[in-house]
C-alpha cells in the first residue's frame, strides 16, 4: 500500500473518529442537560447555545466537570485520535505528492480540518470552551466529508507557477490563520445565539475566547498577506493587482481589523464586536470556497 | 485612535462645529465603522470585470455586450474600476485622516510619557491585579532595593520614591501601535511611486526572435502617469528556446508541469549574459523585470510565389483558443507577386487522427496545419493600420484549402505559388514589469508586520512594591496593573514575590 492510499484511508478513519467524538459530546450535552433540569438550576438557555460556563457563580466548576462528565471528556479524546489521525493522513499525502500537501482543494480541506482541529485543541487547554467542542467537530467533519465526496483529487504534481517554496509558506500560514478564524467564529457565533444578556461590566468567556483567537490568527494572516504579495511579485510581476482571492483576503483582513478597533471602542464590545468577527470570517469562508469556485482568476487552482 | 473624549467643550462659537467634526472623525468609533465601509467598498470589484485589473481584459466589453443597459450605469459610477475610483479613494483617504489625526496625539503622549518617571500608587493596591501583602522581616530600604534591582532586571523603568518602588514596562507596544499606522501611510508612498512612474506591458517572443525594450516592440504597453516613456532601461533579449513538459498520464493529463525559457540579453554597456526565465523565476534587468506569462505555437512556413521567389519565410504566432492549444493565426505574404497571398490557419499541435479540428494534447506531438490560401490584393498599402492577426477579406478571393503536416507543401492553383509547412516553433509571452516603488511597499510591510506583532503581543503594564511599618514588622505590599485587555502575567509577580521572601501561602491574593 503506498502512502497516498494510506492517506485516503486514514481520511476515512479520521472523519469515522471525528463522527464517535460527535456523539459523545452530544451525549455528554444531553446528560449535562437532563441532570441540570432535574436540579432545577436556573441557567436553562445557556446549553442550548452550547456554551460553556465554568466561570459562572451558578455552575461552579466543580459541578461542571461532574455534571459534564465522563462522556463528554471522552468526546474530547475521541476529537484529539480524530486529529492525530487527520494529521499523520496530511504528512502522508504531502509524502506522496513531494511536496507541501495544499496545492489543490481537496488538499486545503484535509490540512483545514486539521488546523480547526489543532487551534480547538489549543484553545482548550487555555480557555474553558469544552461546550464548543460539538459545533466545532460538526464544523470538521462538514469540511473532511466535503473533501473526500466532493472535493477528492489523487496526488499530483504542480502546475509550473505553484511550484514554489512561497506556496509552503503563504498558504501555509492562511491555513493555521485559517484554523483559528474557525474557532474564533464559532465562539462568537455562540456569543450572539446566547439568550441571556450579560451584564456590559462583565467580560464574556466567549468573547475571551474568540478575542485570544483573533490575536493570534491576525498576525498570521497578515503575514500570509504579505508571502503572497511577496510571492505574486516573483511569479506575476506584480504585489497586488486586485485579484478576486486577493480582495478577499484584503476584505477578510480589513474586517478583523475593525474586530481588534471594535474590542478597544467603548460601546462596541461584546455583541457588536461577535458581528466582525463573523463577517471577517464569512469573507475569509468565502474566500476559499467561492472565489476557489466560481470567480476566474489568477488563483484559480481549484484543482476540481 | 483616540477612545476617550474629553468632555469639558468649551463653547468656542464658530469653531466649534469644526471641532466637533475633527473629533467624531478622529475618534475610534469612526474609524470602525470607515473600516466597515473600506471592506465593503471592496467587494464590487471582485464580482465586476475590472478595467487594467482583471487577467481578461477583455471582460468588460464582454459584460457591456451581456448587459447593454446597466453597463453604462455602473460605468458612470466607476464600478468597472472600483480601486480607482472616487468613492473607493474617498474612504480609504478618509480612513487615514482619521487614523493620523488619532496615531499624531498618541505619538506625542508616548514621547512625553516616556520622559516621564513611572505613574505613582494609587492609594488603595488591594483593588489592583496580583495583589499581596505579606509581612517581611527586613529594612523597608532593603526590600525595595531589592525588589527594584529585580524590576530593572526584567527590564522594567523603574523609580525609587519613598517608601514605594513605581515600575512600568511595555512602552514598545505602542510605539509598535504608532510604527504599524504610519507603516499603512509608508505603503501608500509605495504603491503611488508604482502608480506614478512604473509601467507594465505584454510581449510575445517567438524562439530565436529578439525583443527590444522600446515601447514599439510591445504587444500591449500601460504606462503610468509619469512613466518616462522614452527613457526605458535599453536592453536586447533573444528567446533562444522554450520548453515545455506536460502531464502524460492521470487525472490531470495536459496540465502543464514544467516550462523553461532560455535566453540571452544584451545590457547597453554591450555585456551579454544568458539565463533562464521560468515560472516563479523572472529576469531583472536593472528594475525590469520579465516573467513567463504564457506560451503558445508559432509555424514555420516559407512562401514562394508565382515566380517561385520566396516571398515570406519564418515563424508566425499563432493565438490560442482552447486548453489543448488550438491556435489560430494569418500568413501574410505583401511582396508576393504576381499577387499578394494570405493564409488563414488553424494549428493543432497534437492532431491524433481521429478528424476534427481541435487538439487532443497540449504538447506538440503531432502538429497539423490546416490552411486556407487567399489571393489579391491585402490591403496593407493603404497606410491604415492592420491586425497581424485578421485578413481583410475585402480585396483577396479563396483560392484553396488543404491540410499539411510538417514538410508538406500546398501548391496553389494557377501558378499563383506555394506554402510549406516547415515546422513548428514555440512563443513565450513575455509579462513586463516596472515599479519603482514596490522596494518602499516592502519596507511598510515589514514595519506593518512588526508593529503589528509588537502591538498585540507585548503587554504594557506596572507594578508597584510599597513598605510601611506596623506593630507585627514591616508590611510588604506589591500590585500590578494592565494598561491593555489582556492582565498582566501571574508568573512576574510570583517571581518577584519569591524574590523579596514572602512568606509561603500567602494570605492576600486577589
Given at each position: 500500500m503506498n502512502s497516498a492510499q494510506l492517506s485516503d484511508d486514514l481520511i476515512t478513519a479520521a472523519v469515522i473518529t471525528y463522527a464517535l467524538a460527535?456523539?459523545?459530546?452530544?451525549?455528554?450535552?444531553?446528560?449535562?442537560?437532563?441532570?441540570?433540569?432535574?436540579?432545577?438550576?436556573?441557567?436553562?438557555?445557556?446549553?442550548?447555545?452550547?456554551v460553556s460556563r465554568v466561570s459562572d457563580s451558578s455552575t461552579p466548576a466543580a459541578t461542571h466537570r461532574s455534571v459534564y462528565g465522563l462522556v463528554g471528556r471522552m468526546g474530547t479524546v475521541l476529537l484529539g485520535f480524530g486529529f492525530v489521525l487527520n494529521l499523520v493522513a496530511v504528512i502522508l499525502r504531502g509524502a506522496a505528492a513531494g511536496r507541501a500537501p495544499w496545492g489543490n482543494m481537496y488538499e486545503f480541506a484535509i490540512v483545514g480540518a486539521?488546523?480547526?482541529?489543532?487551534?480547538?485543541?489549543?484553545?482548550?487547554?487555555?480557555?474553558?470552551?469544552?461546550?464548543?467542542?460539538?459545533?466545532?467537530?460538526?464544523?470538521?467533519?462538514?469540511?473532511?466529508?466535503?473533501?473526500?465526496?466532493?472535493?477528492?483529487?489523487?496526488?499530483?504534481?504542480?502546475i509550473p507557477v505553484l511550484n514554489s517554496y512561497w506556496l509552503a509558506i503563504h498558504v501555509g500560514a492562511a491555513i493555521l490563520a485559517g484554523g483559528a478564524f474557525t474557532v474564533a467564529a464559532v465562539a462568537s457565533l455562540a456569543q450572539l445565539l446566547r439568550i441571556r444578556h450579560r451584564s456590559d461590566s462583565e467580560v464574556d468567556p466567549l468573547e475571551r475566547v474568540s478575542y485570544g483567537l483573533i490575536l493570534f490568527a491576525f498576525p498570521v494572516w497578515t503575514f500570509a498577506v504579505i508571502a503572497g504579495a511577496v510571492w505574486a511579485e516573483a511569479a506575476w510581476g506584480r504585489y497586488w493587482g486586485w485579484d478576486p482571492k486577493e480582495t478577499w483576503a484584503f476584505i477578510t483582513w480589513v474586517f478583523y481589523a475593525a474586530y481588534l478597533h471594535a474590542q478597544s471602542t467603548a460601546g462596541w464590545r461584546g455583541r457588536r464586536a461577535a458581528w466582525f468577527s463573523l463577517l471577517g470570517y464569512a469573507a475569509f469562508l468565502f474566500n476559499f470556497v467561492g472565489v476557489n469556485m466560481w470567480i476566474p482568476g489568477l488563483h484559480s487552482y481549484a484543482g476540481v | 485612535?483616540?477612545?476617550?473624549?474629553?468632555?469639558?467643550?468649551?463653547?468656542?462659537?464658530?469653531?466649534?462645529?469644526?471641532?466637533?467634526?475633527?473629533?467624531?472623525?478622529?475618534?475610534?468609533?469612526?474609524?470602525?465603522?470607515?473600516?466597515?465601509?473600506?471592506?465593503?467598498?471592496?467587494?464590487?470589484?471582485?464580482f465586476l470585470p475590472q478595467r487594467n485589473v482583471a487577467s481578461d481584459p477583455a471582460a468588460v466589453e464582454r459584460f457591456y455586450g451581456e448587459h447593454p443597459d446597466l453597463a453604462p450605469w455602473l460605468d458612470r459610477f466607476s464600478f468597472f474600476n472600483v480601486y480607482a475610483a472616487p468613492w473607493f479613494a474617498a474612504v480609504y483617504l478618509l480612513l487615514l485622516v482619521s487614523m493620523m489625526g488619532c496615531v499624531l496625539p498618541r505619538c506625542r503622549r508616548l514621547w512625553r510619557e516616556c520622559r516621564a518617571a513611572p505613574a505613582r500608587s494609587p492609594k488603595r493596591l488591594s483593588h489592583l491585579e496580583h495583589h499581596r501583602e505579606f509581612v517581611a522581616d527586613a529594612s523597608a530600604d532593603a526590600v525595595l532595593a531589592h525588589g527594584a534591582e529585580f524590576l530593572r532586571r526584567r527590564r522594567y523603568r523603574v523609580v525609587l520614591a519613598g517608601k514605594e518602588v513605581r515600575a512600568?514596562?511595555?512602552?514598545?507596544?505602542?510605539?509598535?501601535?504608532?510604527?504599524?499606522?504610519?507603516?499603512?501611510?509608508?505603503?501608500?508612498?509605495?504603491?503611488?511611486?508604482?502608480?506614478?512612474?512604473?509601467?507594465?506591458?505584454?510581449?510575445?517572443?517567438?524562439?530565436?526572435?529578439?525583443?527590444?525594450?522600446?515601447?514599439?516592440?510591445?504587444?500591449?504597453?500601460?504606462?503610468?502617469?509619469?512613466?518616462?516613456?522614452?527613457?526605458?532601461?535599453?536592453?536586447?533579449?533573444?528567446?533562444?528556446?522554450?520548453?515545455?513538459?506536460?502531464?502524460?498520464?492521470?487525472?490531470?493529463?495536459?496540465?502543464?508541469?514544467?516550462?523553461?525559457?532560455?535566453?540571452?540579453?544584451?545590457?547597453?554597456?554591450?555585456?551579454?549574459?544568458?539565463?533562464?526565465?521560468?515560472?516563479n523565476q523572472p529576469l531583472d534587468v536593472e528594475g525590469t523585470k520579465l516573467f513567463l506569462s504564457g506560451h503558445g505555437y508559432a509555424p514555420r512556413v516559407t512562401v514562394r510565389d508565382g515566380d517561385g521567389e520566396v516571398a515570406f519565410s519564418g515563424p508566425v504566432i499563432f493565438l490560442p483558443m482552447d486548453g489543448n492549444f488550438t491556435s489560430d493565426g494569418v500568413i501574410k505574404a505583401p511582396n508576393a507577386s504576381p499577387t499578394q497571398l494570405g493564409f488563414e490557419g488553424l494549428l493543432l499541435p497534437t492532431d491524433a487522427g481521429f478528424g476534427g479540428d481541435r487538439s487532443q494534447f497540449p504538447d506538440l506531438?503531432?502538429?497539423?496545419?490546416?490552411?486556407?490560401?487567399?489571393?489579391?490584393?491585402?490591403?496593407?498599402?493603404?497606410?491604415?493600420?492592420?491586425?497581424?492577426?485578421?485578413?481583410?477579406?475585402?480585396?483577396?478571393?479563396?483560392?484553396?484549402?488543404?491540410?499539411?503536416?510538417?514538410?508538406?507543401?500546398?501548391?496553389?492553383?494557377?501558378?499563383?505559388?506555394?506554402?510549406?509547412?516547415?515546422?513548428?516553433?514555440?512563443?513565450?509571452?513575455?509579462?513586463i514589469a516596472y515599479d519603482p516603488g514596490k522596494e518602499i511597499s516592502l519596507v511598510a510591510a515589514i514595519m506593518l508586520m512588526v508593529g503589528l506583532t509588537a502591538s498585540l503581543v507585548i503587554r504594557r503594564r506596572r507594578v508597584w512594591i510599597r513598605c510601611a511599618e506596623s506593630p507585627m514588622g514591616l508590611v510588604v505590599e506589591m500590585a500590578g496593573q494592565s494598561l491593555t485587555r489582556r492582565g498582566s502575567p501571574a508568573a512576574d509577580f510570583d517571581d518577584l514575590a519569591r524574590e523579596l521572601n514572602e512568606p509561603t501561602e500567602p494570605e492576600a491574593r486577589s
Open positions: 460527535f456523539c459523545f459530546q452530544a451525549a455528554g450535552l444531553a446528560i449535562e442537560r437532563v441532570r441540570r433540569s432535574t436540579r432545577r438550576v436556573p441557567t436553562l438557555a445557556v446549553a442550548s447555545a452550547g486539521t488546523a480547526i482541529a489543532a487551534a480547538y485543541l489549543v484553545g482548550l487547554r487555555i480557555y474553558p470552551i469544552e461546550k464548543l467542542g460539538i459545533w466545532v467537530i460538526g464544523l470538521v467533519l462538514v469540511v473532511l466529508g466535503c473533501a473526500a465526496t466532493i472535493l477528492y483529487t489523487p496526488t499530483d504534481a504542480l | 485612535m483616540t477612545s476617550k473624549r474629553s468632555t469639558s467643550v468649551r463653547p468656542t462659537y464658530g469653531w466649534g462645529w469644526a471641532r466637533w467634526a475633527w473629533r467624531t472623525l478622529t475618534s475610534m468609533r469612526t474609524a470602525v465603522v470607515l473600516l466597515m465601509f473600506l471592506a465593503l467598498a471592496a467587494v464590487p470589484g471582485s512600568e514596562k511595555g512602552y514598545l507596544r505602542e510605539v509598535g501601535n504608532l510604527v504599524f499606522h504610519l507603516s499603512l501611510l509608508v505603503l501608500l508612498v509605495g504603491v503611488a511611486l508604482g502608480k506614478l512612474f512604473g509601467f507594465e506591458g505584454r510581449a510575445a517572443i517567438a524562439e530565436g526572435e529578439t525583443f527590444t525594450n522600446v515601447q514599439s516592440s510591445y504587444d500591449a504597453f500601460t504606462p503610468s502617469a509619469l512613466t518616462d516613456v522614452e527613457g526605458l532601461t535599453s536592453f536586447a533579449m533573444t528567446l533562444e528556446s522554450l520548453e515545455a513538459e506536460f502531464a502524460m498520464v492521470g487525472s490531470r493529463m495536459g496540465e502543464p508541469r514544467a516550462f523553461d525559457a532560455r535566453v540571452s540579453y544584451t545590457r547597453d554597456d554591450g555585456s551579454t549574459s544568458s539565463t533562464s526565465i521560468r515560472p506531438l503531432a502538429p497539423r496545419l490546416d490552411l486556407t490560401a487567399y489571393a489579391g490584393d491585402l490591403g496593407m498599402d493603404s497606410g491604415l493600420p492592420q491586425s497581424v492577426f485578421t485578413l481583410e477579406l475585402g480585396g483577396i478571393e479563396e483560392v484553396a484549402q488543404q491540410s499539411l503536416r510538417v514538410g508538406e507543401t500546398m501548391k496553389l492553383p494557377d501558378g499563383a505559388g506555394s506554402i510549406t509547412f516547415d515546422g513548428v516553433d514555440r512563443f513565450a509571452n513575455f509579462q
